[in-house]
């Protein structure tokens, strides 16, 4: 069984940073690509970013340029870090893993990013 856990979320003002982190846990697992995608209200989830065990990564126009995805594979962990934030990046952010040929999601956390 694997789970993740996110943590990192939070309010901020425009122009402020957040580090969001999200750890996997469980037994018997093989993590390949890891990402982190977002929902705001009324919109569809998207992606943001994803990171592939070799260390390849992939943003959205959105915000490339002031997001930086990480990983650290010893702590079966991937960290968004996310710089000169915007309103527009309000959402609820949802860490997602590949595990063999499985995709397991976090519960997400909120981001707020005020005007």
């Known amino acids: 069984q694997v789970q993740l856990v996110e943590s990192g979320g939070g309010l901020v003002q425009a122009g402020g940073s957040l580090r969001l982190s999200c750890t996997v846990s469980?037994?018997?697992?093989?993590?390949?690509?890891m990402g982190w995608y977002r929902q705001a209200p009324g919109k569809q989830r998207e992606l943001v970013a994803t990171?592939?065990?070799?260390?390849?990564?992939n943003y959205a126009d959105s915000v490339k340029g002031r997001f930086t995805i990480s990983r650290d594979n010893a702590k079966n962990t991937v960290y968004l870090q996310m710089n000169s934030l915007k309103p527009d990046d309000t959402a609820v952010y949802y860490c997602?893993?590949?595990?063999?040929?499985?995709?397991?999601w976090g519960q997400g956390t909120q981001v707020t990013v005020s005007s």
């Open positions: 990171i592939t065990s070799g260390g390849s990564t």
């Open positions: 997602r893993v590949l595990n063999y040929w499985r995709y397991y």
């Open positions: 469980g037994s018997g697992f093989s993590i390949n690509t």
